[in-house]
């Protein structure tokens, strides 16, 4: 089991460019999160999916989107990067519930210049 | 809204001695859990506790639930350089059903 993965590990992107951060889980979790944890703070939930076609907004939403095609897959789309995305970005999943104990992904390390 | 407030923010102490961190709620929990991340890492999950008055131990750690279930602590003895982290406590939100987490305590340890 690889567990939680994303891709990339680290990015620098340009003001205005788009990407797509990847998240895959192997563990047929069907709740699936993307938080974002600025330099020093603690996590801050963007968007979660209870399970294949199904996504909801968290707590910071603006500027991102989401999609859930599979049970595995939950990628995290940044359109027109701003500096104040510039963050580190983790996936997690949870398998019984939405309190269930969360499994992340090693993040990714997005720098908007 | 449901909150949950961790204290302190930030400890540093001399290696050997204990540190303990505290997760408060407004509302009585079902559960609560505990996680660690290393500099550079990812959070870790370390335990759950589910009842009144739970105390768990793991080697040098010890967390423990209120008996109304409305904080917890986890005390590390003689710390160590590789409890150096930032440690957050989770609750389920009763208002969302997602879990909430505390903003968590950096534990730095000076060898």
């Known amino acids: 089991n690889a567990g939680v993965t994303q891709t990339p590990k680290f990015r620098i992107l340009k003001i205005g460019q788009s990407m797509t951060l990847q998240c895959t889980q192997d563990m047929n979790h069907n709740y699936m999160y993307w938080y974002r944890q600025d330099p020093g703070m603690g996590l801050k939930l963007i968007y979660y999916s209870v399970g294949a076609g199904i996504t909801d907004k968290g707590e910071v939403p603006n500027g991102y989107n989401v999609s859930r095609s599979t049970t595995e897959d939950f990628p995290l789309r940044l359109e027109l990067a701003a500096p104040s995305q510039t963050s580190v970005y983790f996936c997690?999943?949870?398998?019984?519930?939405?309190?269930?104990?969360?499994?992340f992904g090693p993040g990714t390390r997005l720098t908007v210049l | 809204g449901q909150q949950v407030m961790q204290i302190p923010q930030y400890q540093h102490v001399q290696e050997g001695e204990d540190f303990t961190t505290y997760c408060n709620s407004s509302?009585?929990?079902?559960?609560i859990q505990w996680y660690k991340q290393r500099p550079g890492g990812h959070p870790v999950f370390l335990i759950q506790l589910v009842k009144s008055g739970e105390v768990k131990k793991q080697k040098r750690l010890t967390f423990q639930f209120g008996e109304a279930k409305k904080n917890s602590s986890l005390h590390i003895t003689a710390t160590q350089t590789t409890d150096v982290g930032t440690y957050f406590c989770?609750?389920?939100?009763?208002?969302?059903?997602?879990?909430?987490f505390g903003q968590g305590t950096t534990l730095q340890v000076k060898p």
């Open positions: 509302t009585t929990l079902s559960n």
């Open positions: 989770a609750v389920g939100s009763s208002n969302t059903g997602k879990l909430i």
């Open positions: 997690a999943s949870s398998g019984a519930s939405s309190t269930d104990t969360q499994y």
